[in-house]
């Protein structure tokens, strides 16, 4: 089946401007996150979606950062007046979550990402 | 907050030979992910570890996790160049209300 998707593969920006990324999960997948990757900084969450709503948003890195989800699928990562530190890939994953005790419904399973080069 | 060390970070190793990857974590918990990431590209799910003393294996790789011990291993068994990929741990710290926290990762080298 279909596996995550996101989009686009690849972006380059201005510094200053802003940037919509977008992730489409596995269908019937209750929850979603939003990771990044640099070279500096590792692998670093970011928010997590269950449904709708995002319990979590401590890992936004501030507050040119938002995210949303609606109709409990498709979710856009926004990065507004982007800086060159924001240039990492941004990764996004989706999870059954917990939908049952067996092991792969703690699964996440990561898209391609989009790799974000702000210059 | 919650730390996670893999160690070692680089591993150059010969085809055939076994190693072993060590994945430390501070606090608490009982879901541990080990990850694959080839050049390029995403992350490839391996094993999610979810009690003490869990043991999983597919082919040469044979991952285990020690709540008590805050450890997780990643052991290759007769390694082969195909193996060669950078290998991540991750701990979900609590509940399933939070994203996983990853270690710096592992970058493996095979040599044929």
């Known amino acids: 089946g279909a596996g995550v998707s996101q989009s686009p593969s690849n972006k380059v920006t201005e510094k200053g401007k802003d940037v919509e990324l977008r992730c489409d999960p596995i269908?019937?997948?209750?929850?979603l996150y939003w990771y990044r990757q640099s070279l500096g900084q590792g692998l670093e969450f970011l928010i997590y979606?269950?449904?709708?709503?995002?319990?979590?948003k401590s890992g936004l890195p501030s507050d040119r950062f938002s995210a949303e989800r609606t109709g409990g699928s498709v979710s856009t990562l926004t990065i507004q007046r982007t800086q060159q530190e924001d240039s990492a890939v941004y990764l996004c994953?989706?999870?059954?979550?917990?939908?049952?005790?067996?092991?792969?419904?703690?699964?996440?399973?990561f898209g391609p990402g989009t790799r974000l080069t702000v210059t | 907050e919650l730390k996670v060390e893999q160690n070692p970070l680089f591993l150059s190793m010969q085809e055939g030979k076994n190693y072993t990857i060590y994945c430390n974590y501070s606090?608490?918990?009982?879901?541990l992910y080990w990850y694959r990431q080839d050049p390029g590209k995403s992350l490839e799910s391996l094993f999610v570890?979810?009690?003490?003393?869990a043991v999983k294996q597919e082919g040469r790789l044979m991952a285990s996790l020690d709540t008590k011990a805050r450890l997780s291993t990643l052991h290759i068994t007769a390694a082969v160049h195909d193996l060669s990929a950078t290998y991540f741990c991750?701990?979900?710290?609590?509940?399933?209300?939070?994203?996983?926290?990853f270690g710096k990762g592992t970058h493996l080298i095979i040599q044929p």
């Open positions: 994953a989706s999870s059954p979550r917990g939908t049952s005790a067996e092991p792969s419904s703690y699964e996440q399973y």
């Open positions: 269908s019937g997948h209750t929850a």
């Open positions: 979606f269950q449904g709708n709503s995002a319990p979590d």
């Open positions: 606090t608490t918990s009982d879901r």
């Open positions: 570890l979810l009690s003490n003393g």
């Open positions: 991750a701990v979900d710290p609590g509940g399933g209300a939070d994203g996983l926290t």
